[in-house]
């Protein structure tokens, strides 16, 4: 069965310190990745996804994500964190048949001026 | 920027009543999507749709669960008789082609409360 873990609720990162916000997913096949953020009262914003190539995908806002196959990971980061940044980040996945996508249950990035 | 609007934002409901969400999706998206977040827990799929017809539905979307494409602009989600359980909040996408290898487009949501 497709699923995808976040195992942190919330993350507090202090302004201009790196971030990570960690993801692990369980897939039948090749998978699907994705990072979205959602802003109060906001939609999901897509920030990256990693399809196939390079581990390493950049994204908006200076996100980039590292796909790890062995270890099943698609972990969130961000060299410097922005104040901005605060917002609730979803990581999701799609099995590489179908057009569902499932989604973790999100984490509560905080950066701390 | 074109973007995703659902209306309303809010929606109370008594349980047993039947509810109509609305959705906007952009407008040369092709692929168009529900998914409903209870409070705390996953964001979950509910049903794709395309060519108006679902092409994919999970096991949340029973029967008393509908979708219709009423016009050229709008796509709705219809739940017959609403539970206490159904409370959520429900994202309305799009896409212009199959998700996955084409960027999902999200709605601001709508928060219903089923009383």
């Known amino acids: 069965a497709q699923s995808v873990a976040q195992p942190e609720d919330q993350v507090n990162v202090a302004e201009g310190n790196p971030l990570t916000v960690k993801c692990t997913y369980s897939v039948s096949g090749n998978p699907y990745l994705f990072w979205y953020v959602q802003y109060p009262n906001r939609g999901l914003q897509f920030l990256l996804k990693?399809?196939?190539?390079?581990?390493l995908v950049k994204g908006s806002y200076g996100f980039e994500a590292e796909f790890n196959k062995s270890q099943t990971s698609f972990h969130l980061k961000k060299p410097s964190a922005l104040v901005s940044d605060s917002a609730l980040y979803f990581c999701?996945?799609?099995?590489?048949?179908?057009?569902?996508?499932?989604f973790g249950t999100g984490t509560s990035l905080t950066v701390i001026p | 920027e074109p973007e995703v609007t659902q209306t309303p934002s809010h929606q109370v409901t008594q349980m047993g009543q039947e509810v109509i969400l609305r959705c906007v999706p952009i407008s040369n998206h092709l692929y168009f999507y529900w998914y409903r977040q209870i409070l705390g827990q996953k964001v979950e799929f509910l049903v794709s749709?395309?060519?108006?017809?679902?092409?994919?539905k999970s096991e949340i979307f029973d029967d008393q669960f509908s979708v219709e494409r009423p016009d050229g602009s709008n796509f709705t989600l219809k739940i017959r008789s609403t539970k206490l359980e159904d409370s959520a909040m429900y994202f309305c996408?799009?896409?212009?082609?199959?998700?996955?290898?084409?960027?999902?487009?999200f709605g601001p949501g709508t928060r219903l409360t089923v009383l």
């Open positions: 999701a996945v799609r099995a590489n048949t179908g057009n569902q996508f499932y």
């Open positions: 990693y399809i196939t190539g390079d581990n």
């Open positions: 996408a799009s896409s212009v082609g199959l998700a996955g290898t084409n960027e999902q487009f």
């Open positions: 749709f395309y060519n108006n017809e679902i092409s994919e």
